[in-house]
């Protein structure tokens, strides 16, 4: 069973900085696309940002300019570096990987972000 381990959520002021990161317990040597969803108290779970083994991005309008999506394909390990952050990015983040037809998830990381 596919594990991925998710890790970094916090609590941060407004305008503050933080990094999540998410490792799946097996390497994948095929092509497959790693993403970060987020899902806040009451609303539908989002995406937020997407990335493919060769590095093609897609971002959700409300975080473009401030988010960061990236993998390190050696370690195995996607990152999303979230800067400028607003407490509406408030919301369990988690971690997603799509390999053929096969569709993983993390347990989720919490991201308060204080006003």
């Known amino acids: 069973q596919v594990q991925l381990v998710e890790s970094g959520g916090g609590l941060v002021q407004a305008g503050g900085s933080l990094r999540i990161s998410c490792t799946p317990s097996?390497?994948?040597?095929?092509?497959?696309?790693m993403a970060w969803y987020r899902q806040a108290p009451q609303k539908q779970r989002e995406l937020v940002a997407s990335?493919?083994?060769?590095?093609?991005?897609n971002y959700a309008d409300s975080v473009k300019g401030r988010f960061t999506i990236s993998r390190d394909n050696a370690k195995n390990t996607a990152y999303l570096q979230m800067n400028s952050l607003k407490p509406e990015d408030t919301a369990i983040y988690y971690c997603?990987?799509?390999?053929?037809?096969?569709?993983?998830w993390g347990q989720g990381t919490q991201v308060t972000v204080s006003s």
């Open positions: 997603y990987l799509k390999n053929f037809n096969f569709e993983y």
């Open positions: 990335i493919t083994t060769a590095g093609n991005t």
């Open positions: 097996t390497r994948f040597f095929s092509i497959n696309t």
